[in-house]
């Protein structure tokens, strides 16, 4: 099954029964696709402003099952960035968190966002594998 199409079925079944009710495979699925396009697309500071930062406390475990390692320590560290419970679930209070960024963590979201788009980790092409190897347990 072509990636592209899996996720957007994941994604479609997120919008219908939340992440709770998604298997573990479009977990994966709609967590990587949408931190990819969401953060190559507007940056760290949108990704978690908007809805795709509902899913980010899982991007590094989604990351790390199809084998992008780099980039899943790149999420860890963007989470990082709201201390050590990660982003909250809440979409207000990420938009705030994000807000005070600017000035105290904004160098760290520009390092983080550079390591992103050099990172070699090709996620379109690690779907593609993933879903190739079978559903996760």
């Given at each position: ?12 079944r ?77 979409r ?6 994000v ?10 979201i ?18 593609e ?9």
């Open positions: 099954m072509n990636a592209d199409l899996a996720a957007q079925r994941a994604l479609d997120l919008a219908k029964v939340g992440f709770e009710g998604l298997s573990d495979t479009e977990r994966v699925l709609a967590t990587v696709w949408l931190f990819d396009a969401k953060v190559a697309n507007g940056g760290f500071a949108a990704y978690f402003s908007g809805p795709a930062g509902d899913l980010a406390f899982y991007a590094p475990r989604a990351l790390t099952a199809i084998g992008a390692d780099q980039m899943a320590r790149i999420a860890a560290r963007a989470n990082g960035l709201f201390g050590p419970a990660g982003p909250p679930q809440g207000d209070a990420r938009r705030e968190s807000r005070g960024f600017s000035a105290a963590k904004g160098p760290e520009d390092v983080l966002e550079a390591l992103f788009y050099e990172c070699p980790d090709d996620l379109d092409e690690l779907l594998a993933f879903l190739v190897s079978g559903p996760v347990a």
